[in-house]
Nanobody, 120 residues
Framework: QVRLVESGGGSVQAGASLVLSCAAS????????MGWYRQPTGKERELVAR????????HYGESVKGRFTISRDNSKNLLYLQMNNLKPEDTAVYFC?????????????WGNGTLVTVSS
């Protein structure tokens, strides 16, 4: 079992910055990658950014490239999402995700989410 707890959401004006944090605990040894997803009201969940545990191969959703940065502090089991130049279309619930991998088994774990609201 992997437990994920997000924090750092809030209400901001367009152009502002926020940093989301995700605290991971539990059976982290086989976590292969972690990431951030978001779900605007009435829409499907979409990838924001994810990276391997080793920090390799970060990749981003097209709409956030150049504005958001994913990072990880392995010593503290924390995942971050630095969000700059926020836009109203970034408004969503942001979820932390962990991919647990022990072939052939694979499982996705999710946090409960943190709400980001960006007003124009």
């Amino acid at each position: 079992q992997v437990r994920l707890v997000e924090s750092g959401g809030g209400s901001v004006q367009a152009g502002a910055s926020l940093v989301l944090s995700c605290a991971a605990s539990g059976s982290l040894y086989n976590v292969n990658s972690m990431g951030w997803y978001r779900q605007p009201t009435g829409k499907e969940r979409e990838l924001v950014a994810r990276m391997t545990v080793g920090g390799l191969s970060p990749h981003y959703g097209e709409s956030v490239k150049g504005r958001f940065t994913i990072s990880r502090d392995n010593s503290k089991n924390l995942l971050y999402l630095q969000m700059n130049n926020l836009k109203p279309e970034d408004t969503a619930v942001y979820f932390c995700n962990a991919e647990w991998l022990y072939p052939p088994d694979r499982e996705d774990y999710w946090g409960n989410g943190t709400l980001v609201t960006v007003s124009s």
